[in-house]
């Protein structure tokens, strides 16, 4: 859990903060920005397999809605916090700001471990948390996604328990849907393929040759094991190393990662993949390799560790993986990071793709979203970079820029402030 100092809330306002000052921010809008517009707690009893009820607490947090309905995903984990959920929600504001989505920012989480639940019990918190939530969500209103230890299977069952409350078809209520209800081709890799994208781009503007560049991954979910699997096809690197929450594996040949998925379905997790060395979540960070991407949690590089960091680009796959202490210190080092509302955007710009192709039913070939994923994050990677240049700043100040100044506009528009 985060500590008071490590809080991913404050830190998600000290970075609005700097932005402002550096902005010059009216302090009107800043003031509003530093707080979520609209945050709903919930608790719901739920019937377990042993016959007794169980009561699970969640929330829903919809930071800005400014540039159009609020966006973002949810988590079911155990150690989720509001102020967690908050800060996601602010940072999916700045995410589709910056990738000039017509649509603002928020989060959701329930408190519970799915590895703890049958299939039956997850999918009655799911229908539970729908139920409680449903007055506030629609494709006009606020469209939830998937994210950690949530995936397209409960994306289905909220999506079915959200149209028997409503009783009609809205599909684009939630994004991330399997295809046969709805989802669109592409969204499954989508956040690896778009930090790929983005860290292609980077590597480009730092002459890295990544034929011969070596790449380690935290975290072996959704975001990490599709940027295990796209790496070599979209960057020609190869990839030494990966972990999931129970440890890490590296072998300086390279990892064969649909062998290592296989492992990981058979035991639970990568670890004691034949012929690997064992290393730690820590020792994975430290690596001697030329990319580092950490897509797991948040709050893994602080100031202990960031001196530590050898890789050349940092890709943030993971959302709020740095502190602000070891952003000053990776930028000090010349490190290239690629903060994470840019780097992992890919997730969000597929699902605003699918939300289009549902609200007006005709569906895209593969080909078309990989194209228009492309274009829409290497605009938003020069859009950072330059303005990083133009503020003297590091690339995540850069970003926090070009959307700060975007919701702003739209806010000053509405007349909020
Ligand atoms: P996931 O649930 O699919 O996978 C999470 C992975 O992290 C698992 O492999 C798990 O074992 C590992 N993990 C958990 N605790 C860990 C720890 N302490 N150390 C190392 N590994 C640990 O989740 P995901 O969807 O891949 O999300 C990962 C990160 O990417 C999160 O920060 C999430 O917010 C971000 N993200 C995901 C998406 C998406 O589309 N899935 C989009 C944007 C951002």
Redesign the pocket.
Known sequence: MPTEKLNPFKIAQQQLDTAAKILNLDPEIHQALRWPMREIHISFPVRMDNGKTKTFHGFRVQYNDARGPCKG?I?FHPEETIDTVRA?GAWMVWKTALLDLPLGGAKGGVICNPKELSDYELEKICRAYIAQLAFALGSDKDVP?????T?PQIMAWMLDEFQKIKGSHDPGMIT?KPLAIGGSEGRED??ARGSLYATREAAKLLKLDLKKATVAI???????YFLAKLCPEILGAKVVAV????GGIFSEEGLDIDKVLAHKKKTGSVNCFPKTKKIS?EEILELEVDILFP????D?ITKENASKIKAKILGE????PTTPEADEILYKKGVFVIPDFLC?AG??TVSYFEWVQNLYNYYWELDTVHKRLETKMVKAFKSVVETAKKYKVNNRMGAYIVAVERVAEAMKLRGWV
């Open positions: 995903g988590r996601l996604a998937p994210d950690v230890y995936n991330g989508a956040t935290q975290g072996f979910g959704n975001a990490g972990s999931d929450s129970k979540n897509a797991a949690l948040e893994v796959a993971a959302n709020g992992n997730g969000v």
